[in-house]
């Protein structure tokens, strides 16, 4: 009983010590994002359509939460004060598509990028904004943020994502934090005191084959003896 309880305590300070602490991600996170079917061809209506259907279909029934925006939502320059501005034409009123999906009952979220642009190019990285980008979000409502890894100048990722995790954290909105660094640098030895999940792998596709080959990068993720994997100090600490 004794070694019960002790080992339930060990599992609750690891739980506190390693996890970023915002009350999100306690289960892993569900909803649909607009990337892989839409790419750019993103718009507000568009989002709005589809978070009725989520409604209308009653996914929301089953968990299904967030209404996620990926890249091509911002216009290509921020305004004169710095702070980024969503797209006058596809997204003239942002604050009014996120009122409702909140009116529906779902949570909504953005995406942006550890870098001066994000993947699309066009769209301004939250590099160097991060605490203006994070308040900007935060008074829109957002509820979640997939923050990308192009355009980094070449600094690392263990650098640039806890500046957005701490900037994210003052705004005192719950925001999830969705790192998607590719799991190019090991984000299992360092990513959960940063987000509240990481990539670990390029791009999936809405196939069984690119999602079968996800799932066995991950099984040699786990398997593999070096840095990040099942016997790497760092992942006990
Ligand atoms: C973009 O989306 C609109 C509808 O939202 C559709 O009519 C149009 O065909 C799409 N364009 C491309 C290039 O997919
Ligand atoms: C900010 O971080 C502190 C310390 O980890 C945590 O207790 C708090 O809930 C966080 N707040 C938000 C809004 O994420």
């Known amino acids: 009983m004794a070694v019960f309880m002790s080992f339930c305590l060990l599992l609750l300070f690891l739980n506190q010590s390693l996890a970023l602490d915002n009350g999100l991600g306690l289960t892993p996170q569900m909803g649909w994002n607009s990337w892989n079917h839409f790419h750019c061809n993103v718009s507000q209506d568009l989002i709005k359509a589809t978070a009725k259907a989520m409604i209308d279909k009653g996914l929301d ?21 710095g702070s980024i501005r969503s797209d006058p034409v596809t997204f003239p009123d942002m604050k009014g598509l996120i009122d409702y999906v909140h009116s529906l009952g779902l949570k909504f979220g953005l995406y942006s990028d550890a870098g001066t642009k994000t993947c699309a190019d066009h769209q301004p ?113």
């Open 61 to 81: 029934k089953h968990g299904y939460q967030y209404v996620n925006i990926d890249n091509c939502w911002a216009a290509s320059s921020r305004a004169s004060d």
């Open 125 to 237: 990285g939250s590099l160097g904004h991060e605490t203006q980008d994070a308040n900007t979000y935060a008074q829109w409502g957002v509820d979640y943020l997939k923050y990308d890894n192009c355009n980094s100048g070449g600094s690392k990722p263990e650098v640039r994502y806890p500046v957005m995790r701490d900037a994210l954290n003052k705004t005192g909105r719950p925001i999830f934090f969705s790192m998607c660094e590719w799991g190019v640098d090991n984000p299992a030895t360092w990513a959960s005191r940063v987000g509240n999940s990481w990539r670990t792998t390029g791009d999936i596709k809405d196939n069984w084959k690119s999602m079968i080959s996800r799932a066995d990068q991950n099984a040699g993720l786990w398997s593999y003896a070096g840095p990040g994997g099942w016997n790497d100090p760092d992942m006990l600490k």
